[in-house]
């Protein structure tokens, strides 16, 4: 059996603006799931997440920012459809394009972690940190 | 009351090798103590991480790379020492080196998303995501 090569990481980034207040990978793809979407509940379908928690996350986002970052009515059976806000709009492109310039300016030490691995690791060394 | 700015957002980057094989700020944090304090639990002390939980990052580090990031001895009441091994020093310094250059890189959309925030943001809105 050949092991595959390790494929270039992918970078979760995470923005801590304050002891609770936060921005990373898991509301940035709600927010591109609403965008593509038009429902908050689609959205956090297809990341697996329950209606509840798409909302929650929603408004999280909503009153953390000076300006909403979501346009949403809830709606009756079929939802209200929601979509994002100029706000929300730049809110992710920033954060998007953070994630870009992040990897290219890492590229090189990146690199140089992934040549450090173990070839071939398959095991589960599963670690959320 | 005024309200403190907000200021410069922590960044907490995780490189994602495979799908249970990361790397991120918790781990660097980890060999950092351990580098500073030449203890596996001390270093996991400070950060508020039990015994245990401590060695099993460790462990799970030596494994996913080809040469062990930590050198250690089990020891007895008073702890077997430990310290980063030649490839420990590498993997931090080019973790180091990869913030520091995602930090600048996007630092004009970082501050752009920080501008966005709403001013004077005191409530809780605790979210990892």
Do not use: C
């Not at 939802?79 to 492109?93: D, N, P, R, Y």
Request: charged share 20%; net charge neutral.
């Amino acid at each position: 059996m050949t092991e595959p090569p390790h494929t270039p990481p992918r970078l979760r980034l995470r923005l801590v603006f304050g002891p609770d207040i936060m921005f990373g990978p898991g509301k940035a793809d709600l927010l591109d799931g609403i965008r593509e979407t038009g429902s908050i509940a689609a959205a956090g379908r297809r990341m697996g997440m329950s209606y509840k928690r798409a909302w929650s996350l929603v408004e999280t986002m909503n009153a953390a920012f000076a300006k909403p970052l979501v346009a949403s009515a809830r709606g009756g059976s079929g939802g209200g459809g929601a979509q994002l806000t100029e706000a929300g709009q730049a809110a992710l492109a920033h954060y998007r394009r953070f994630e870009e310039a992040a990897a290219r300016a890492g590229a090189e030490d990146i690199a140089a972690l992934v040549a450090m691995l173990r070839p071939g690791l398959t095991m589960d060394i599963s670690d959320d940190t």
